[in-house]
């Protein structure tokens, strides 16, 4: 799908992973080994998996030999890394450091797979970080990983087509089904958000625009609510609209259905910004999802990000958290580098948002604001891949089925009841 696909693939997925073992993998890693590297100082393994933006596995490989503390060695992992890395921690090959998508998983956690790095942050740096990512990586109050960049989704939509149409961007659920029936003719429909209707990537918007959440603060089930219940009907009313684009060439990740003019509003991915940009110039605006009512809930906006984590394996994990605080703690122009230079990202941290100058004005600013304002992780710690499979088809029968929520969310309950009683335990 062309640069970025990697980076959105954290977005796409949910945030569903979970450790697992996988057959057939064995000490191959291409890791050296870790100890003394030449010059007496320490050698360290690095893992990233294979980002599709140009340029940014020689970034990353300039960030390692510009270390001065240890020998560092970056592995580029294609395939299936999400697996092969939590394959990996399971043996005594593992890479010192690796990044993840979301943190490490509450099976890593759990397992004592992972080192609590909450002391490379003090009060300040802390507070410097977008909160919603922080909290993902975190577990009993100690942070287990250092976010390292930032993508999110939010809606887009044509300035000069809800002017022709006399629609104002809406605010609430109601007002954008509305908005989408009002701009859906024979030539254009009028929202997308992917083929699938939304089963993929609303299924977060749809809590939060209630007021709700996946889960509560006290890790139990968050919707059993009638605003659940009000949100997911409005998701079905969509589909049936008529108004919905349904089998678009591309999908949501991608700006083509927006840019070719098949719809006039698009949920979609920040990295579409400049592409979408190209296309329309200034004719174009950005807004989270919006709440449920006037009443009911908030806007929101799905936050990602791969983030930094130290192996407990490690054969040095002193030297591995040092160099994760140097990188992606201490070496702000690096961590600027990485969102801005290599396709299109807001840096993990509000000071570094200031300083980036893609993001200084327009809807890209509107976005950064959007993030600290309105975002959400993708899902919490504890809502583990069972539990969102359950979601997902719950999910997918209501919106394309018309299957009542109340009947399916009562299922959902008992599934993810379950196995939070499993992780808790």
Request: proline fraction near 5%.
């Amino acid at each position: 799908m062309g640069a970025g696909v990697t980076r959105r693939r954290l977005l796409a997925m949910g945030g569903a992973l979970a450790a697992m073992a996988v057959d057939g993998c064995g000490s191959n890693t291409g890791r050296e080994s870790s100890g003394s590297a030449s010059g007496g100082k320490p050698a360290l393994a690095q893992w990233y998996h294979q980002y599709g933006e140009a340029g940014t596995q020689q970034a990353v490989d300039r960030y390692a030999k510009e270390y001065p503390d240890a020998t560092v060695t970056v592995q580029w992992s294609p395939g299936d890394y999400d697996k092969k890395t939590a394959a990996t921690l399971l043996t005594d090959q593992g890479p010192d450091v690796f990044e993840y998508v979301n943190g490490p998983t509450i099976d890593m956690i759990k397992g004592n797979q992972v080192v609590d790095l909450t002391d490379l942050l003090d009060d300040a740096t802390k507070a410097d970080f977008t909160p919603s990512l922080l909290a993902r990586c975190t577990y009993q109050g100690k942070l287990y990983a250092i976010p390292q960049v930032t993508d999110m989704q939010l809606l887009v939509y044509r300035k000069s087509l809800l002017s022709a149409a006399g629609v104002q961007p809406p605010q609430t659920v109601d007002e954008l089904l509305a908005a989408a029936k009002t701009l859906t003719n024979d030539k254009v429909k009028g929202l997308f958000v992917g083929n699938d209707g939304g089963v993929s990537i609303l299924g977060g918007p749809a809590l939060w625009s209630a007021g709700l959440d996946y889960l509560t603060e006290d890790n139990q089930f968050g919707f059993d609510d009638p605003a659940a219940v009000e949100s997911l009907r409005k998701l079905r009313e969509l589909f049936t609209s008529k108004s919905l684009l349904l089998g678009a060439p591309t999908d949501w990740s991608d700006p083509s259905a927006f840019t070719q003019g098949l719809t006039a509003m698009q949920f979609t991915g920040l990295w579409t910004l400049p592409a979408i940009q190209k296309a329309f110039g200034d004719d174009f605006g950005v807004l989270p999802w919006p709440k449920l009512s006037a009443t009911t809930g908030a806007p929101s906006v799905p936050v990602g990000a791969f983030s930094s984590v130290v192996n407990a394996k490690s054969k040095d994990v002193d030297a591995a958290k040092k160099f994760v605080r140097w990188l992606w703690v201490d070496q702000t122009d690096k961590q600027l580098d990485f969102a801005q230079s290599y396709g299109f990202h807001i840096p993990a941290r509000k000071s570094l948002a200031v300083r980036a100058e893609k993001l200084q004005e327009g809807p890209a600013a509107d976005a950064v604001r959007f993030v600290n304002e309105n975002g959400h992780a993708q899902t919490p710690l504890l809502w583990s891949p069972k539990s969102g499979t359950a979601y997902s088809d719950a999910l997918n029968r209501i919106i394309r089925s018309g299957s009542d929520p109340a009947t399916e969310l009562k299922a959902v309950k008992s599934v993810v009841e379950s196995e939070l009683k499993r992780i808790t335990g």
